[in-house]
Structure formats: structure tokens, C-alpha cells
């Protein structure tokens, strides 16, 4: 598989960030991300990077790829150095994390625990594909601390599902969620996806309330993305499926945003809903409001005091590098004043409570404010400029005119 790779600067063999990236390292909230990058088969619509197992080829394996994503724990700290850096969240994404045992999950868990310490209460997420889990599954999964799981339920029309290439059955959800309850799980997310071609108001309707009919405490929805070089990309070009209408995501979106809130799931960012403070997902917020995380993985991407790197794609690669203590990271940018200022109002303006106004140019938010896109009330009283419902919508287009 081709590396599609931003190229950026070269980074050290032994890691090592810039001495300013290193300032302040503990003043600024610390995540783990660890990206398992395995599927069974590989969905039309994907374009993660993940792996078959013929795809896959000598070099890299299941079996093995726990104690490779530990040994990047380990260079994680030898390259972050002593400083005191309790880890607020993990969250362990793919792919499909629950393809591994659960004792995989929990000895990388562990080693960051080792290395790092777990803050008091950290939130650990795994997601997981509904069919990848079952009840014993799950029970051993919260026994090595795991306290969140975020399903990839998508739709609950089986058409839907078929055009998005995904395996499960619409009845598979509620049972999970009934066994992650059962295992002691006190909060789950359901991750449902609209857009998708030949999907009608009436079946993304049906899937807001079958997912709402298992009460989950988060529901994330997405408009669905056509990315190039996946298999729906193709089909769409050859015309075998419609591309997704603009017009019919708004409607999507509006319609997600009504049935949720009316079940008392509140947004808290663009496209994730929560019942309250602490059902949010507390590592995605971490990511919008400039923490720093580590990324372990195979494209894994990382980001320390204004140093963003990634890794190299391929887990063959990735298992040589660290069996050699090389670091994986394929390459690195260090941000400038600009970029970051840029970085932090797109994240930050994407959330419920906003970003404060002395961020923004003055006379953009005022046009923002009269032509309904930002709320009057937070911007005059607070000083902080939250996105309407409207503004939700054009929300790229809202950012570059405030920036």
C-alpha cells in the first residue's frame, strides 16, 4: 500500500522534539492515542489505515503487535524524558482494536500506566465493530481497566449498511450495548454515519431511533465523506452510486440534531452529542482544546507543544523501527504562532462553549452575529463566540472568515 504521507521535516533517530515543543510539558493536559490497525474486511467508504490480514504480508502480525505498540510507550518516555505527565485519556482506535484479545488492550494499557501513570478517574476508550465483541469479551475488557466504548453502528437499515460495506446485523447493537451495560461499562457511544447513497430521510430517521432506542450516553453522527481511492470513491465515478447531496446532509444534520435533543443528548461539538458534561468524550476534547498527545501506531499522529508528527503506515515498518529503537515517525512540522492561533479557533469554534472573541477579528464576528451564524447572547454577555445551529453548518466557511 502506496504511503500517501505528508512529507515534512526529518525527525531525529532517537525522537527527539525541540527543546521549546519540551516547555511547559506537564502544565498542558497528556493523552495516549494507540491506533490497532487490523480489519477483518476492509469497509468501501474507509480510508483509515488499516490492514487484512493479506494485506498485511511478512513482518507484522496480531500476535505480536502488543508488545510493538509497547515499546513505543517506552520510547514515548525515554523521548519525553522525567517529567510528571499523568495520562488524563486513552483511547485506542483502528481499525478494529477488538480484534486483539483484551489481555493485548489491557498489557498496553499497563505499560502506559508503567511508564506514565494513569490520572485518578482516567477515561479509556476502545472502539469496537458490533460483531468484534460478545459478553465475555467485554467483562474481561473492563477487568484491565478499560471504562468506554464507542460502536461503530453507522445505520440501522441493513441497505445502508451493505452500500457502506459493513458486516453487522442492525439487531447485533442493541445486544452489545446490553452486554457493555451488564460488564460494568458506564458509558458507551454509538458512531452513526448519514449521506450515504440511497439512504432516504426516512431510514436515517430510523437509525437516530434505534440508536436512541438503546440509550446510549454519546451518539456521534457524520456526514458521510467520498474519499478518494476507496471503493465507494470508484463506484461513485463510474456512476453506480449517486454522490452525497449537500442540500440532504443539511437536512440530515438538522433532523440528527432535533431527535437527539429532544432525548436529552445535548451537542457539545459539531457532530458529537452527550447527555451531560460527564458523558462527553473527555480525549476528543482534549484534542480540541491544544493538549498534547502521544500517538502509538503504525500513521499514528502525535502532537507535543507545537510539534505534530506521524508515523510510518505500515506495521511491518513500524515493528522494524522500534526492534531497531528507531522511532517510527515517518515525519514531523513544528507549528508557527500563526498555524497555531489558525488551529485553535477551528477546534475551539466547533465547540458548544465556543472560543473567546479576542481570538477573532471584531468586525467578522459582528457580520457573523447579524447574519445568524453566531449567538448574540454568548458573544455580548461572555465575550465568546459559540456557532448557531446554522453556523453548524457552514462552520468551515464561518472560520475562514473570523480568521
Known amino acids: 500500500m502506496p504511503s500517501t504521507l505528508p512529507d515534512g521535516d526529518p525527525v531525529p533517530a532517537d525522537g527527539a522534539l525541540p ?4 516547555k511547559g510539558l506537564g502544565e498542558r493536559p497528556f493523552a495516549f492515542y494507540v491506533h490497532v490497525p487490523f480489519c477483518v474486511t476492509r469497509c468501501g467508504y474507509c480510508d483509515f489505515n488499516t490492514y487484512t490480514a493479506t494485506e498485511l504480508g511478512p513482518g507484522a502480525s496480531r500476535d505480536s503487535y502488543a508488545e510493538t ?15 510528571e505527565l499523568p495520562v488524563q485519556t486513552v483511547f485506542v482506535g483502528g481499525g478494529t482494536p477488538t480484534l486483539l484479545p483484551p489481555e493485548d488492550l489491557g498489557r ?7 511508564e506514565f501513570g494513569l490520572a485518578p478517574g482516567a477515561e479509556v476508550t476502545t472502539e469496537a465493530n458490533p460483531e468484534s465483541v460478545d459478553d465475555r469479551y467485554l467483562g474481561r475488557l473492563r477487568e484491565t481497566g478499560f471504562t468506554r466504548v464507542s460502536y461503530g453502528m453507522q445505520s440501522a437499515r441493513e ?32 458512531d452513526l454515519i448519514y449521506g450515504t447513497p440511497g439512504e432516504s430521510d426516512d431510514d436515517w430517521r430510523a437509525s ?19 474519499e478518494e481511492g476507496t471503493r465507494l470513491a470508484a463506484r461513485v465515478r ?30 457539545y461539538e459539531i457532530s458529537n452529542w452527550a447527555t451531560g458534561p460527564e458523558a462527553a468524550c473527555r480525549h476528543n476534547l482534549l484534542y480540541w482544546t491544544g493538549a498534547d498527545w502521544w500517538g502509538v501506531g503504525p500513521g499514528a499522529h502525535s502532537h507535543v507543544g507545537g510539534t505534530r508528527w506521524w508515523n510510518v503506515k505500515h506495521p511491518a515498518a513500524y515493528a522494524a523501527r522500534l526492534a531497531e529503537r528507531i522511532t517510527p515517525a515517518h515525519a514531523r512540522e513544528v507549528l508557527d504562532d500563526e498555524d497555531r492561533h489558525v488551529e485553535r479557533v477551528m477546534l475551539e469554534l466547533r465547540l458548544a462553549d465556543g472560543c473567546p472573541a479576542e481570538l477573532l477579528d471584531a468586525a467578522a464576528i459582528r457580520r457573523a452575529v447579524a447574519a445568524g451564524l453566531i449567538e448574540a447572547g454568548p458573544y455580548e454577555e461572555r465575550g465568546r463566540a459559540v456557532l448557531t445551529r446554522r453556523g453548524r453548518l457552514l462552520a468551515d466557511a464561518v472560520v475562514r472568515d473570523l480568521t
Open 108 to 114: 498496553v494499557l499497563a505499560a502506559i500506566d508503567a
Open 238 to 267: 463510474r456512476g453506480e452510486l449517486a454522490a452525497p447531496d449537500d442540500d440532504a446532509m443539511a437536512d440530515r444534520y438538522l433532523m440528527a440534531d432535533e431527535l437527539l435533543g429532544a432525548r436529552g443528548l445535548r451537542w
Open 69 to 83: 505498540a509497547i515499546e513505543e510507550v517506552r520510547l514515548a518516555r525515554r523521548v519525553l524524558g522525567d517529567a
Open 19 to 22: 527543546p521549546a515543543s519540551l
Open 159 to 190: 441497505h445502508v449498511l451493505a452500500v457502506l460495506d459493513r458486516t453487522h446485523t442492525p439487531g447485533r447493537v442493541p445486544r452489545v450495548v446490553d452486554w457493555t451495560r451488564a460488564a460494568g461499562f458506564e458509558h458507551v457511544n454509538l
Open 208 to 226: 437516530l431511533e434505534a440508536a436512541l432506542e438503546c440509550d446510549p450516553d454519546h451518539v456521534s453522527a457524520y456526514a458521510l465523506i467520498v
